[in-house]
Structures are given as C-alpha cells and as structure tokens.
C-alpha cells in the first residue's frame, strides 16, 4: 500500500513539472536558478499594470446643499432626574447668653450670712438651650473678689426660668459690693 501512493506522489510530481516546463532552459538563460511561473501577462513588459485613465477626478454636481444638521426636531426630549434629597442648616444662635438673663436683689442676708441674687432667665431661641452661668460678688471699694456661685439650667426654646445665685460668707464690717454675671455660656441641649 505504501509503494503504490509512493508511485502515485511520483507520477503526479513528474506531470506537473511537464507543465510547468520546470527545470527547462530556455534560451540559454535561467533567472537566478528559480524557474518556476512566468507572472504578468503584458507582452514582456516590466511595469506594473496601471488602473484606468477615464475616471473622474471632481465630484459630481447637483448635490443638496441644504441638508439638515443636528438632531430632528420631533425627537422626544429627555430631562434628567433632579435628586430629591433637601439639606437644611441647624439653626443658628448665640453662644453668649448674658442677654437672655435679667438679675435683680442683688443683696446680703445677715441672717444666713449669704450673698443673694436672682436671675430671671428667658431662652429666645428656636430650640431648647442649656446654660451655664457663673455669678460673682466683688467688693466695690477693693475690687477683691468675696464670693461665687455657679448655675448650670436646661431651658425650653421660649420659656422662663428663675434662678437663686447664693454664696456664704460672713462679713465682719461695712462693705459696699456688687453682683454680677461673669460668664453664661449657652449651647443646644442634647434633652
């Protein structure tokens, strides 16, 4: 089996260098020992085949100048979604709230040997408020300081409190003093 394809490859190889004409030479001249297919087809001419001459080289007239640009109109229009979600600011007030206190009977109790003062405390704002507050009683001719008292109090956007500033202390001699509010600090409560 393997003889007879052998022969077959041999007798197919033989006819096809009988049409070819490979390994034939011709007219005493062989290019470079390769042999083989004769390429072009233009009477021996060596230039490549050109494309042909009579095409035209402008275009072609009477073409629409007045073609649409853009879009057509009768499109459906597309809005995108605006978010929803709203921000709004805390609101605002001030820290300082000395001017939310009104303080009245500034005075010393001999009886209970204490400094007195009342403060009638109103919170303006929008919201409820803590306040911290220190009171203090000075002695008007040295200026020395004879005696304190902190209040710390929640009060209720627009309501009242009334607070008692007290603080103990035996005088042994005419003294002239006054009371005032040092500080009051104030801060949105948490409650």
């Given at each position: 089996m393997q003889r007879r394809s052998m022969r077959i490859c041999a007798v197919a190889?033989?006819?096809?260098?009988?049409?070819?004409?490979?390994?034939?030479?011709?007219?005493?001249?062989?290019?470079?020992?390769?042999?083989?297919?004769?390429?072009?087809?233009?009477?021996?001419?060596d230039n490549p085949a050109s494309g042909p001459t009579d095409l035209p080289t402008d275009l072609p007239s009477g073409m629409p100048t007045d073609l649409p640009s853009g879009a057509p109109s009768d499109l459906p229009s597309y809005d995108a979604p605006t978010p929803s979600y709203t921000y709004s600011a805390p609101p605002t007030y001030n820290s300082d709230g000395t001017n939310d206190i009104t303080a009245t009977g500034c005075d010393y109790d001999e009886s209970t040997r204490s400094f007195q003062y009342?403060?009638?405390?109103?919170?303006?704002?929008?919201?409820?408020?803590?306040?911290?507050?220190?009171i203090e009683w000075e002695d008007q001719n040295g200026g020395s300081l004879l005696g304190s008292d902190y209040k710390s109090v929640t009060v209720a956007s627009g309501s009242s409190q009334t607070l008692s500033a007290t603080s103990?202390?035996?005088?042994?001699?005419?003294?002239?003093?006054?009371?005032?509010?040092?500080?009051?600090l104030k801060y949105p409560s948490s409650t």
């Open positions: 190889l033989v006819g096809l260098i009988a049409l070819t004409g490979c390994g034939k030479k011709k007219g005493g001249s062989h290019d470079g020992g390769l042999g083989g297919f004769v390429s072009g087809g233009s009477g021996g001419n009342t403060l009638n405390l109103r919170n303006p704002e929008t919201q409820s408020m803590h306040y911290s507050i220190t103990y202390r035996t005088l042994t001699q005419q003294t002239s003093f006054t009371c005032k509010v040092t500080s009051a």
